[in-house]
């Protein structure tokens, strides 16, 4: 019960309040600039991309992710298996404490299915991302051309 209300507490309180920055925060989690590219508009998938940074003392977990502009979010992996790039599902991803993890092409993504339409270059769309400890957090998801460029300077 007490996770229950933990969860919701943080739904209530996350979303938004660092949406200028383009930034968010779930507890000891700082999740960094989601984007997702532009895809064609007739291409029946799209994948989304953020850095979780945790701070904390703990790891912690992404269990899930959702969105209401597709009909299923899952989070993928790639792999090289026999010479070719696969992607699976995986149900988890650890965030180890203190460490980073980075969505991105080619690594971990969130791979949205059945899109209500593809959306277009400066667009953006909600993704709540929900962790094991520190709770669900709404991000929104920047569609742009082109993969951001390093923040190198960030930290
Ligand atoms: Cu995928």
Known sequence: MLLKKTLLIAALLSPSLFASAHEYSAGE???E?????EMPPVAPTAAAYFVV???GAEADRLVSVATPVAGKAEMHEHLHADGLMKMQQVQSVAIPAGGEVKFEPMGYHVMLFNLKQQAKDGERFPL???FEKAGAVEVEIT??????AQEAAHH
Not at 33 to 37: A, D, K, L, N, V
Not at 143 to 148: I, M
């Open 29 to 31: 989690l700082h999740i």
């Open 33 to 37: 600039h989601p984007w997702s590219r």
């Open 53 to 55: 940074h945790n701070k």
């Open 128 to 130: 709540t991302l929900t």
């Open 143 to 148: 569609v742009q051309k082109d993969a951001p």
